[in-house]
């Protein structure tokens, strides 16, 4: 039998520090591996490699409320009254319309992505089988970051709104050293949920349905008593801002819809992907949808769009309409709401972070499961203490538009992967894929123009610009859906493809036009940091992994384990990727037992010792 890997090796990925200078003296050969497109039957074998798995323990329920908790937070009780006031008036509720129309887009392209391929990792998956290693590797590091430090930034305002919950001060539980704000409850928050869920994902989902559960009775009583106090007046004028309005207000209030990405990392713990991934996933976009727009209704019928209070519309909006206690629930709203956050926010980028692990383009103990409680344990705590710094000592005012950004990029990067799934032949090479990739790189830079249009334009040329590059993109989907062949054909597929694609794409080219330059600017510097780690580190370590993997394969003890000659890369060429997984589970003649247990590498598939 092959001897097991060093404590070294599981921690570093690599058996000493004269492997690794063995191997960066190879640099200049292994990046070739930028455009290593990875396999079903690749991941699978990464993920059996890790040791135990993921426990199957959530179903659509679940995901949903999961989903639900994440998106639903204490945003929602501050964006509305300053989208109503400054951006589109009463319209707001318009806006939220077409922002979640938008996040509908999203959420149907990474439902198929969730349902073909059920793995942990969510947009690292789905990025690393159809563009790429390198491209997987730069867009899902920077979503590790935004959410590391999403999960500071909302933890710490935790302290002032329970805070204002008690009716203390909203800075009560925080205290000045230096030139920082500390703020120490903030990191509890963050640790609470990291011991839920390093001891049971099943126990912090149903702490999470509690959480949820109590903060949409809160706000069925907020709207309860909103509604009560309504008045059609305040709705006129509806449209104070103009038609533009609307979708300003819709690029500003999208961001209350992030977060439903998160859920679709958890794949490999959902019992039946196939149902449980996109029933969850699209339920708690539309359910979040419902909620959000009732929301803003409700709030600009109680006071007129133009007193609102931007700081904090709800709170004062009760207090002006003579319901002061209402300030109250709005408080218990945003603290519960918070609590959720950042528990599916920990959990989420754990997965990511596992995945990554798996694969060895991250530090390899990242990837381990723990053997007793079936969660990764080391992921989470990595999340966690990335987070915490950040959480008790700054406000990370600086660099929320780059988490912002960053989150739009990943949207738009998938919508084009699910073109690129359907479309491409990843195991041909680029003259068999000319007309999908030229129709797919004009589709890209005509909703980059439309965005760009949009930011910058007025008047005539506002209005041509945006329908010649609107039409063109129309155009574009119309050129993919006749000359290019879907290749890839799951059990459950996104509907209007390539349209919905294609319409996702081009919504998040524009929100992200909505935002500063500056963000690109960090966005860019991050890049290149990551880029940096890529070439020193990831390459090698996961070159050192593969080869590793196959000296196993050829070192296999056939007593123990013989090997059933599957079929070779050659026969499966033509296959889409959901065959070659299921082709590469198991020999087509053995029983379900065997297609359960088999480990495949490079076309040999290991069957469990006989029990006869």
């Given at each position: 039998m092959v001897a097991s890997q060093s404590r070294r090796y599981d921690w570093s990925g690599f058996d000493s520090t004269k492997d690794y200078l063995r191997s960066l003296a190879r640099t200049h050969k292994l990046l070739s591996r930028a455009g290593y497109v990875r396999?079903?039957?690749?991941?699978?074998?990464?993920?059996?490699?890790?040791?135990?798995?993921?426990?199957?323990?959530?179903?659509?329920?679940?995901?949903?409320?999961?989903?639900t908790g994440m998106i639903v937070g204490a945003g929602i009780f501050v964006s509305t009254g300053v989208a109503a006031q400054e951006k589109a008036g009463p319209a707001i509720v318009i806006s939220f319309i077409v922002a979640g129309i938008s996040a509908l887009l999203s959420s149907l392209c990474y439902s198929e992505f969730a349902t073909q391929y059920p793995l942990a990792g969510g947009a690292y998956n789905y990025i690393s089988l159809t563009m790429g290693e390198?491209?997987?590797?730069?867009?899902?590091t920077t979503l590790v970051l935004e959410y590391v430090l999403a999960n500071a930034?909302?933890?710490?305002?935790?302290?002032?709104?329970?805070?204002?919950?008690?009716?203390?001060?909203t800075a009560y539980f925080t205290f000045a050293y230096k030139d920082y704000t500390v703020d120490f409850m903030a990191a509890g928050v963050i640790l609470l949920c990291c011991a839920l869920l390093s001891f049971?994902?099943?126990?912090?989902?149903?702490?999470?349905?509690?959480?949820?559960?109590?903060?949409?009775?809160?706000?069925l009583v907020i709207l309860i008593a909103g509604f009560v106090k309504s008045d059609r007046a305040n709705l006129s004028p509806f449209l104070p801002y103009g038609a533009r309005g609307i979708f300003d207000g819709a690029s500003f209030v999208f961001f209350s819809f992030i977060g439903f990405d998160c859920v679709s990392t958890l794949a490999e713990e959902v019992k039946n992907p196939a149902i449980d991934m996109p029933v969850g996933i699209v339920g708690c976009i539309t359910f979040v949808g419902l909620i959000y727009t009732l929301m803003s209704l409700c709030l600009v019928s109680m006071v007129p769009y133009d007193q609102l209070d931007p700081a904090a519309s709800f709170a004062t909006a009760f207090t002006q309409v003579g319901l002061p206690w209402g300030q109250y629930l709005v408080a218990?709203?945003?603290?519960?709401?918070?609590?959720?956050?950042?528990?599916?926010g920990v959990m989420g980028v754990a997965r990511i972070v596992t995945s990554m692990g798996r694969t060895h383009l991250f530090f390899p103990v990242f990837g381990k499961i723990n053997e007793r409680f079936g969660t990764p344990i080391w992921a989470t705590l990595f999340v966690t203490l990335a987070a915490l710094p950040l959480c008790i000592l700054t406000d990370l005012p600086d660099l929320i538009d780059m988490v912002s950004a960053g989150t739009l990029m990943v949207f738009a990067v998938v919508a084009l992967a699910l073109i690129w799934k359907r479309t491409v032949r990843t195991r041909h090479g680029f003259a068999d894929n000319v007309k999908p990739f030229a129709l797919m790189a004009a589709l890209t830079c005509c909703c980059v123009a439309f965005a760009c249009i949009y930011a910058l334009c007025e008047g005539t040329a506002f209005i041509a610009g945006l329908a010649v590059t609107a039409g063109l993109a129309i155009l574009c989907c119309i050129a993919i859906h006749v000359v290019c062949p879907q290749y890839d054909k799951p059990s459950y597929r996104a509907p209007l493809f390539p349209y919905l694609p294609g319409a996702s794409l081009l919504l998040n080219s524009f929100l992200m036009a909505s935002l500063p330059a500056q963000a690109y600017w960090q966005l860019a510097l991050f890049f290149a940091v990551m880029l940096v780690f890529y070439v020193l580190y990831s390459i090698h370590a996961a070159h050192a992994f593969e080869q590793n993997s196959l000296a196993g394969c050829k070192a296999i003890d056939l007593e123990a384990a013989p090997a059933v000659r599957g079929p070779s890369r050659d026969d499966l060429a033509d296959q889409s990727p959901s065959d070659v997984a299921l082709r590469h589970m198991g020999p087509n003649s053995a029983p379900a037992e065997g297609l359960k247990q088999g480990l495949s590498s490079g076309g040999v598939t290991r069957l469990p010792p006989s029990t006869r």
């Amino acid at each position: 039998m092959v001897a097991s890997q060093s404590r070294r090796y599981d921690w570093s990925g690599f058996d000493s520090t004269k492997d690794y200078l063995r191997s960066l003296a190879r640099t200049h050969k292994l990046l070739s591996r930028a455009g290593y497109v990875r396999h079903p039957e690749r991941q699978l074998a990464d993920k059996a490699a890790s040791g135990t798995e993921l426990k199957k323990c959530l179903n659509w329920f679940h995901v949903a409320m999961l989903g639900t908790g994440m998106i639903v937070g204490a945003g929602i009780f501050v964006s509305t009254g300053v989208a109503a006031q400054e951006k589109a008036g009463p319209a707001i509720v318009i806006s939220f319309i077409v922002a979640g129309i938008s996040a509908l887009l999203s959420s149907l392209c990474y439902s198929e992505f969730a349902t073909q391929y059920p793995l942990a990792g969510g947009a690292y998956n789905y990025i690393s089988l159809t563009m790429g290693e390198l491209a997987a590797w730069l867009i899902v590091t920077t979503l590790v970051l935004e959410y590391v430090l999403a999960n500071a930034a909302v933890a710490r305002s935790f302290s002032s709104y329970f805070a204002a919950l008690i009716g203390k001060d909203t800075a009560y539980f925080t205290f000045a050293y230096k030139d920082y704000t500390v703020d120490f409850m903030a990191a509890g928050v963050i640790l609470l949920c990291c011991a839920l869920l390093s001891f049971s994902t099943a126990g912090g989902s149903w702490f999470n349905i509690v959480m949820t559960g109590s903060q949409l009775l809160v706000i069925l009583v907020i709207l309860i008593a909103g509604f009560v106090k309504s008045d059609r007046a305040n709705l006129s004028p509806f449209l104070p801002y103009g038609a533009r309005g609307i979708f300003d207000g819709a690029s500003f209030v999208f961001f209350s819809f992030i977060g439903f990405d998160c859920v679709s990392t958890l794949a490999e713990e959902v019992k039946n992907p196939a149902i449980d991934m996109p029933v969850g996933i699209v339920g708690c976009i539309t359910f979040v949808g419902l909620i959000y727009t009732l929301m803003s209704l409700c709030l600009v019928s109680m006071v007129p769009y133009d007193q609102l209070d931007p700081a904090a519309s709800f709170a004062t909006a009760f207090t002006q309409v003579g319901l002061p206690w209402g300030q109250y629930l709005v408080a218990l709203g945003a603290v519960l709401g918070i609590i959720t956050g950042v528990l599916v926010g920990v959990m989420g980028v754990a997965r990511i972070v596992t995945s990554m692990g798996r694969t060895h383009l991250f530090f390899p103990v990242f990837g381990k499961i723990n053997e007793r409680f079936g969660t990764p344990i080391w992921a989470t705590l990595f999340v966690t203490l990335a987070a915490l710094p950040l959480c008790i000592l700054t406000d990370l005012p600086d660099l929320i538009d780059m988490v912002s950004a960053g989150t739009l990029m990943v949207f738009a990067v998938v919508a084009l992967a699910l073109i690129w799934k359907r479309t491409v032949r990843t195991r041909h090479g680029f003259a068999d894929n000319v007309k999908p990739f030229a129709l797919m790189a004009a589709l890209t830079c005509c909703c980059v123009a439309f965005a760009c249009i949009y930011a910058l334009c007025e008047g005539t040329a506002f209005i041509a610009g945006l329908a010649v590059t609107a039409g063109l993109a129309i155009l574009c989907c119309i050129a993919i859906h006749v000359v290019c062949p879907q290749y890839d054909k799951p059990s459950y597929r996104a509907p209007l493809f390539p349209y919905l694609p294609g319409a996702s794409l081009l919504l998040n080219s524009f929100l992200m036009a909505s935002l500063p330059a500056q963000a690109y600017w960090q966005l860019a510097l991050f890049f290149a940091v990551m880029l940096v780690f890529y070439v020193l580190y990831s390459i090698h370590a996961a070159h050192a992994f593969e080869q590793n993997s196959l000296a196993g394969c050829k070192a296999i003890d056939l007593e123990a384990a013989p090997a059933v000659r599957g079929p070779s890369r050659d026969d499966l060429a033509d296959q889409s990727p959901s065959d070659v997984a299921l082709r590469h589970m198991g020999p087509n003649s053995a029983p379900a037992e065997g297609l359960k247990q088999g480990l495949s590498s490079g076309g040999v598939t290991r069957l469990p010792p006989s029990t006869r």
